[in-house]
């Protein structure tokens, strides 16, 4: 069995006045259930990770805050390690790029796989600065994790205030997306049912629509987010605050 380390207590002298934002974070975890890491950018140190089974590996998250980085890091599928340094390296050099007001609003998403519980799972990341230092460089940043509705990884997204911005692989550089993903209020009235478990003719009924406007309403919502199915659907609409 793993040894069990007491979880580092912050260090007065470089994090003062850091343990009630941490304590906040610990609360909204623990209310929605959420996979969430809070980060030190800096010295590539876990604040804080909550103790659920998904976000921790399957290990016990006080290990996990011990170990640091390379336990993550040793998580990664080995064949996305070179793809998961690029997105750092993008990730930290748009994050360089920001004045000190847009790093208030700028947050970013990227699917990789990693190992958890010994199988291979896609997960999403959703990224965003917490605390920044007195000239405005991001220090701590906050990490929510879910599994991915993608197929691969990668899919990584820069969003600040109404632009969205999507990382290029090839050509290494940020270029702005071409989605088009503005839903009426018809449409995102129709994935809020979808969501809530109604079928195709309940919520015709519910809408007072017949059932192929509905499915037309579908086939819209589907190719303004570039997605397959309902699930998919309603996995980025809430991603991307659609509902």
């Known amino acids: 069995t793993e040894e069990i380390t007491e979880q580092p207590k912050l260090d007065a002298r470089i994090y003062h006045g850091l343990q009630p934002v941490i304590d906040t974070v610990a609360t909204f975890a623990r209310l929605c259930h959420q996979w969430v890491y809070v980060t030190d950018i800096e010295r590539h140190t876990f604040l804080y990770i909550s103790n659920l089974p998904g976000a921790t590996f399957g290990t016990d998250s006080r290990i996990l ?63 965003s600065p917490l605390v920044n230092h007195d000239d405005g460089k991001p220090w701590i940043v906050l990490t929510m994790l879910s599994t991915s509705m993608h197929k691969e990884a990668g899919h990584l997204l820069c969003r600040l205030d109404d632009h969205t911005m999507q990382y290029d692989f090839e050509e290494q550089k940020w270029l702005p997306s071409d989605k088009k993903n503005h839903l009426t209020t018809s449409e995102r009235n129709m994935l809020i049912y979808a969501a809530r478990g109604y079928t195709i003719d309940e919520i015709s009924k519910l809408m007072y629509r017949s059932v192929d406007t509905v499915k037309m309403y579908r086939r819209r919502i589907f190719s303004k987010l570039g997605v397959n199915n309902i699930s998919e659907a309603i996995f980025h609409a809430v991603q991307q605050n659609l509902l």
């Open 65 to 127: 805050i011990s170990s640091g980085y390379s336990t993550i890091m040793d998580r990664i599928a080995p064949n996305e390690q070179a793809m998961y340094n690029n997105i750092t390296h993008a990730l930290s050099e748009k994050l360089g790029s920001l004045d000190a007001q847009q790093l208030k609003n700028v947050s970013f998403s990227f699917s990789i796989t990693s190992m958890v519980l010994d199988q291979p799972r896609l997960l999403q990341h959703m990224v």
